[in-house]
Structure formats: C-alpha cells, structure tokens
C-alpha cells in the first residue's frame, strides 16, 4: 500500500533519511516541502531510467517490487533490488526470481513438427491420430518473413501442426506454456484445449495452461497440437512448454510507504522492519546543458538509516539484466570488465552486434552495451551471472563472491545473465548512509540519416564510453543537485500557469516527452534531435509529433526544436523531397533516410512547419533561424495560400480519426502558418512580403468565420453544421501575437466546449468520445478565464489518475472510462507544457 503524504519527514516519523532526505541545509528542505504536492498523483507508471526509445525501464504498478520492470512496450527490462537486514532479505526493486526448466524446448532449429497447410479430418489434436499424406516433417518454427530466423516458410492462411514429447512425470510445481505466435492460436495438449488467443504474441512469452489440459498430460507420449490463423502481416509460430521451480532461497519484500515522480527524479521510500530505505532513479535531464542532458547515464541510489537508533547490519544489492541489451530473449549476449580507474564496471551486449539493422515500432534494441558502474571500494563487490546465482550468493552471504560466469555467449532464454552490485553499509545507526550506481547504454551509433551512420551527441564532446562513465561517477552529487534544482524550476511553473494537479501532470511527463528523442550529431557536426512515434507507427522525425511536443523544448531549450525541425528542411532543400510541402517523416526509427508513412500531410505538415520555426522566433526575439530556410518557406506558405483556407478531402495529425474535407480546424493552422510567415518576414526586414501575407491571413479569418458559423460554435467542417471540433490550433493567434482571429472566436468555442466534457476530458470532436490529452492542453490554454482553463485541465489529471491501464501515459483515450485506446509513451505529451509557454511569451 503506497501512503501519500503531504511533508517528507511525516515519511520517517521524524528522523533523517539519507543525504537527499534527512540532514539538509533548510533550502533543501524548503525544496522537498514545495515539491511534495507532487505525491498526490498516481502515475499509470513510473519513470526508472529514461534516456532514449530503446533505453527505457518503467515500473508498472503502484509497488517497485513484486513484478517486473518493463521497456515502455510492456516487454521485461529486469532491475532488481533487495536489502538485507540483520541477515533477512526483503525485495524491494522488480519480480521475485524464479528458475525455469524446458519440459519440451522451443523447437529453435533443432525439434521436428509434423504440419499440415490443409485442413485435416478427423481428431487431428489427439495423440492416436494417424498422420496421411497430407503431413510433412520439419524441424524449427515457421515464418512468412524473410528476416527472421525461423527456418519454414508459412504462406497460407492457416497451418496445423503436431509435436510429440515423452514425460518421466507429471508433477509439476507449476507448468506454462511458452509461445510465440502470430496471428489468432489455439493449443491441445493431448486433445484438451490448452490455451487460445485471438491476435499475436511478438516473441516467445509463458501463458498458464487451462487445468484440464494439465491433468490429460501423462507418463510416456504426449501430443501439442496447433492450429494457428494468419489474418493480416506477420505470420510466425514456435511452442513449448516450461516449469517454474519452487525458491531456492526465501526472501521477504519490503513495505513501500511512499512513491513520488519529479521531473528528473522518481522516489521510493520502504519500511524494512529496524531500517529504512530510500530508493531514487535520477535521469539528468537538464535541458540547458546538453553535455549532460544526453550522456546514456541514470543514477540509482541506496540510502538506509536506522529507525529505532540501534545499529543494525545492513547491505543493499542491485542487478540489471542482459534482456535490456536484446531485443528478444533468444538472442545470445556476451560480456566482459572494462578496467577504468576507480569505478567497478560490467559491460554486457549480443554477441552478433547487428548496428542499425533493425527498424520499426514494437522492437529493442540489439546492439551496442550495457553498463553498470560504482565507486570501487571496500564495501563493493559486483559479479556477472545468472540471476538466480547472484541472488543466493547475496542472500547467504551479504556480499557477491566469486568469478563472473565463463560459460559465453549465451542465450538469455536459457540463462538469465545479470549485472549485480552489492554495497555493505556495516553497522547504519541514527546516521543516514549512501550509495549509488550508475546505469548506461552506448549504442555505438544511434541513428542512419540517409545511408550516413551517425552516433549520439554527447560524443561529439571527445569522450569515450570510458571517459562518460568517470564523468558520470564523479558529477553525481553535482548533478543532482542540480536535477533537483531543475525539479523545482518545472514544478513552480507548471504551478504558476495551471495549479497544483497540473502541475503534478508536468512533473510526470516531463522524463517521457524527453526521452521519446535520440540527440544525435548531423553529418556536418549540427544537432538532430529526432523524436520516434512510439506505439503509433514507429516513424523517426515525424513533423505532427515534433508540433504537439513543441511547447516544452520552447520553453526550457529551443535548440531542440530546432533539431527536431532540421532534419525535414534538410529533406526539402537538399531536394530528395521535391514536394511543395514538407515530408510526413524522414523514416522508420532508427532509419531516417526518407519517408516511410503511406500518404502525406500537405496541410498539416506545412502548417506545422511555418507555426514552428514563427514561435521559435517569438522565443528568441529575432528570426534568424527563419532567414536560413527562408526559401523552402516561401515554397510552403504559397502552397498554403493556394491550397490551406479550404482544405482537400485528407489526413491532418489526428490520422487515426481518417480523411476530412473542409477540415475547419486545419484551415485555422493554414491561416496562422501564413500568418506567422508574414510576422516572420516584417521581422527580417521584408514589409511588402509581410503585408501581403498579414492581410491574406487576415482575409482568410474574416471568410473562415463566416463559414464555420454553426449557432453558439464553430462547426468541424465547412459543410458540415451541428458538428463541432476543438480547435486548438487557434492557441496560436494569441500566443504569437499573431491577432488575426478576434479573441471572441476562441472565447465563443470554450463556452461550447465546457458543454460537452465528460467524466474523463473533452472528445477531440462530435464524431467520437475520445480524446487527445495534449489537445485538451492546448484548448484550455485558449481560455481567458483561470477557471475555465483549469476545468479543462481537471479532468486530464483525473483520467492520468484513474486509467486502468498500467503504461506510460497514453495521449489518445476515452473520455467516459479512461482506457487508453491506443499509443504510449509518445513524446507529444510535451503539448502538455502549452499553458507554462503562455506564461512565458
């Protein structure tokens, strides 16, 4: 049970708590107490490590322990921590391990199936069935693609397929069935039905085994039959089946008494009956010192203090495992020990190092290392083993103790290496004690643009992964400080423009907004700061994700906007894209070498483009950046004159709603983005340019008014009356000064809008109940009136609050239960940041 309180010290009845809780100087402590409203939210997850799309942990669930933590997909990223008392163990960090055995193996490229691509006849499930002609023989799985390692080409709609196994015995402690499959499945075991599921498992995942097909298997041969269904993509098949072992070791888990996000910082706190522990993840994501901000480093710390003032025997063990450097379990990782002065350091990766040859959205990354580093001293050992080793070597003996595993590489579905650090605090009385690790991942290169490999920005300083690691370690206690400071930079302003649930919202997403980019230098040493559509579609620089992220990196970094927009003007003046708008993307992540999304965006995406780079001369006080791309400007915004006021049957952002023609709401970005274009140009020095478009903008308003006209509101289309839709690209006409639409427009729709909220938000429109909670933002910031602007806003702190769905926040949901109708830990959520950029301009 998590206990939310309102004052850190409540937390520990008084007594300090490490250095980042207990003996501070008073602003330190004035710190914690303003930050503390923040507990008051329950997160769907909680941020852990946040550095990139593929360096990624989350905890999701209200406890750090009891279950795995995860990549933002859902897949395993296993940490895992336990603190031992007085010679008791207690989990507090990820899932109780278990040990698996193969009862009958995934077939790899070595057990034999018998298939079928027809229908066969009769009791084909059952083991006396007799196998026709019909039947071939063959060993491995069976795929339909060409980059998979499975053996059998599977290219109908359907296949049937049979395994045969002996059993010594049929008692198990407890028995699951390992598969993967794609698309719809059914399993028998000895003709009873096993398991079934419509849709597809994207590598090999246990699933329990209905109780009757557990009870048909028997001493001698038994049968697996499949019937898998391919409905659409993909088609892929393996099975087996594996026991889970009783506990070698029995271990205790800790009471969490308290959980808390900051911008930067994720806490814990535990009761471990004498001791208290106080667990923090520490991203440094501090946008204005981009040295730091994109080193692949996050810290963990460990502080304990005594509770009852006695002196109790305390040491802390953490683990990280190989399954955060592969993208599935069946890939074979090696490992080694990097000799850096004055660190211990466990380097982990595949050993087959596929650089950049994998692409998409559901998928991990499987090259480059994984690092875990601490001070080397006394009080820390460290090893490199199976999970279940450490673990008991920790348990019994307070330390980790022997060589690191020789048997590599090794498959991590076979055994589960990890990273693990133990620190023995010694006698821990009334005086709190610290401890921390470092956690890293160099990718070697992180992003291909145009066929150019190219590595992250923080080499671009001269550092080796070596020398990253030293500084990382010796910039600790800095760096926090610092990250705090950051911490309560955001929260006071985030407080300022919305309130304390909004800025609680602030707090938590801060870290996902961020770390949904990879910074990376440009072949002629500029900064790319490329965004991935996570959970969307997997497209690398998208111009409508770069437009809903924006206002957070206008605020606290313009540069990064920059990098977000540069790399689409470099695809438009470099001319591999010929088109008078700009590009939907420049690929799928990690692969930017040219669009990859289906149909374009013209509207929208010239839009974006034109209202981006104007707001980022609005924040900069000059149009400099303008100057540079002014050409392919010139190109955009005569499209959108030609092309924008009344716009053709086609997708704006909001794509998952489908095509729209006389898009009400798109007109408004077309006439804003022509607007912007003549703000832009009086401020380079061009009057006639930026009166020709002034007015032309202007025009457009006075006609678009007259033809969205629908009674107390502003229908969805032009044709279309009793519609409506927010309009939240209208957030621009004030915020750039832009004063082309009379502010009784804006006023006129959140008057409408505050009549048809439900219990979770705002729909995006009359054609559906869902939402878009970056949207909401930007229509709330609209609202003239503080109380307005925050009832909109409420109900996005309830959905966040309230959702049943246990993921990174989800942008797109449904306003009458809060379920998350599709994406994840999208980098839009930084939209969340408009009203703070409102204060700011």
């Avoid at 870290?511 to 559509?533: D, I, M, W, Y």
């Avoid at 669009?595 to 483009?609: F, S």
């Avoid at 969805?716 to 927010?726: A, G, N, R, V, Y």
Wanted: glycine share 6%; hydrophobic share 40%.
């Amino acid at each position: 049970m998590i206990v939310k309180m309102k004052n850190w010290a409540q937390i520990l009845v008084g007594v300090c708590l490490s250095s980042l809780v207990g003996c501070q100087a008073p602003e330190e402590k004035q710190l914690e107490a303003d930050l503390a409203t923040i507990n008051d939210i329950r997160p769907p997850a909680y941020p852990l490590i946040t550095v990139d799309p593929y360096f990624s942990v989350w905890s999701m669930g209200d406890e750090l322990h009891g279950d795995a933590t995860r990549h933002w997909t859902g897949k395993e990223n296993d940490l895992q921590g336990i603190i031992r008392v007085d010679g008791k163990a207690y989990y507090f960090l990820g899932e109780p391990v278990t040990e698996t055995k193969a009862v009958l193996p995934l077939t790899g490229m070595k057990e034999t199936w018998s298939y079928s691509l027809e229908k066969p006849a009769g009791e084909w499930k059952e083991i006396a069935y007799q196998e026709g002609k019909q039947w071939k023989s063959t060993r491995g799985a069976f795929t339909n693609g060409d980059d998979s390692p499975a053996p059998n080409k599977w290219n109908t709609e359907n296949i049937w397929v049979r395994r045969s196994f002996d059993l010594k015995s049929t008692d198990f402690h407890d028995l699951l069935l390992n598969i993967h499959h794609d698309d719809n499945v059914k399993v028998y075991l000895n003709g009873v039905l096993a398991y079934e599921k419509k849709g597809w498992v994207p590598s090999p995942a246990t699933f329990a085994i209905n109780e009757e097909a557990k009870k048909a298997l028997k001493v001698g041969e038994n049968i697996m039959a499949i019937h898998c269904e391919n409905t659409a993509g993909g088609a892929f098949l393996d099975a087996g089946l594996v026991e889970i072992l009783p506990p070698a070791i029995e271990i205790a888990s800790a009471k969490q008494t308290n959980a808390e996000v900051r911008a930067t910082q994720t806490l814990y706190t535990f009761d471990c009956e004498d001791v208290a522990l106080e667990v923090t993840f520490t991203a440094p994501m501090l946008p204005d010192n981009l040295e730091v901000m994109t080193r692949p480093a996050n810290y963990i710390s460990f502080g304990v203090q005594s509770k009852d003032g006695a002196e109790h025997d305390v040491q802390v063990y953490f683990s990280a495992a190989g399954n955060m450097a592969v993208n599935t379990m069946n890939q074979e990782v090696s490992w080694e020990r990097p000799g850096i002065s004055g660190l211990q350091v466990m380097k982990l990766g595949t050993s087959t190092q596929p650089v950049l040859k994998k692409k998409g959205d559901n998928i991990r990354i499987d090259w480059g290392y994984l690092y875990l580093a601490a001070n080397d001293q006394e009080n820390t050992t460290s090893k490199i083993a199976v999970n279940t080793e450490s673990i008991t070597d920790f348990v019994k003996n307070g330390k980790l103790s022997g060589p690191d595993a020789s048997d590599k590489p090794v498959s991590l579905n076979h055994k589960l290496i990890t990273q693990a650090v133990s620190f023995d605090y010694g006698k821990v009385g009334s005086t709190a004690k610290e401890n921390f690790v470092t956690l890293a991942y160099d990718d070697l290169y992180a992003v291909q643009f145009f066929k150019e490999n190219l590595k992250a920005w923080w080499k671009k300083y001269g550092m080796s992964t070596e020398e990253m690691l030293q500084a990382a370690q010796s910039d600790y206690s800095k760096l926090v400080k610092e990250s705090k400071e950051f911490d309560q930079q955001l929260f006071n302003d985030a407080l300022k423009a919305g309130g304390a649930d909004y800025a609680a919202i602030c707090a938590l997403v801060y870290r996902q907004a961020v770390s949904a980019h990879k910074t990376v230098e440009g072949p002629n040493g500029e900064l790319f700061f490329f965004s991935k559509e996570n959970f969307s579609n997997g497209s690398i620089g998208t111009v409508d994700v770069t437009y809903p992220s924006a206002p957070l990196f206008l605020i606290y970094n313009p540069e990064l906007l920059k990098g977000m927009l540069e790399p689409i003007y470099y695809y438009s003046e470099s001319g591999k894209w010929a088109k008078p708008f700009p590009a939907h993307d420049v690929g799928t992540y990690p692969l930017a070498n040219g669009q990859t999304y289906g149909e374009d965006m013209p509207v929208e995406e010239a839009g974006n483009m034109l209202l981006l780079t104007g707001a980022i001369a609005k924040v900069e006080g000059n149009a400099n950046y303008a100057a540079k791309h002014w050409d392919v400007m010139t190109t955009w915004v005569e499209y959108l004159a030609n092309e924008g006021f009344d716009p053709a049957n086609q997708l704006c952002t909001d794509d998952f709603a489908g095509h729209l023609a006389h898009n009400a709401n798109l007109s408004v970005k077309a006439i804003l983005a022509i607007a912007a274009y003549g703000q832009m140009a009086e401020s380079l020095g061009k009057p006639e340019v930026a009166e020709k478009y002034t007015a032309m903008a202007k025009d457009f308003a006075q006609k678009w008014m007259e033809k969205a006209e629908d009674g107390d509101h502003y229908s969805l289309t032009f044709d279309k009356k009793d519609t409506w839709s927010q309009k939240y690209n209208l957030v621009w006409n004030k915020l750039l000064d832009l004063n082309i639409f009379p502010e009784d427009v804006a006023q006129k729709e959140i008057a409408y809008y505050l009549t048809k909220q439900e219990d979770f938000g705002l729909p995006l429109d009359s054609r559906k109940t869902y939402t878009k909670s970056d949207w909401v933002m930007w229509t709330a910031t609209m609202a003239d009136d503080e109380a307005d602007k925050k009832a909109l806003i409420k109900p996005m702190f309830t959905y966040i609050n309230e959702t049943p769905n246990r993921i990174p926040v989800s942008d797109w949901h449904e306003t009458t239960n809060a379920k998350s109708v599709g994406f994840r830990a999208r980098s839009v959520v930084g939209g969340y940041f408009m009203p703070v950029l409102k204060e700011k301009l």
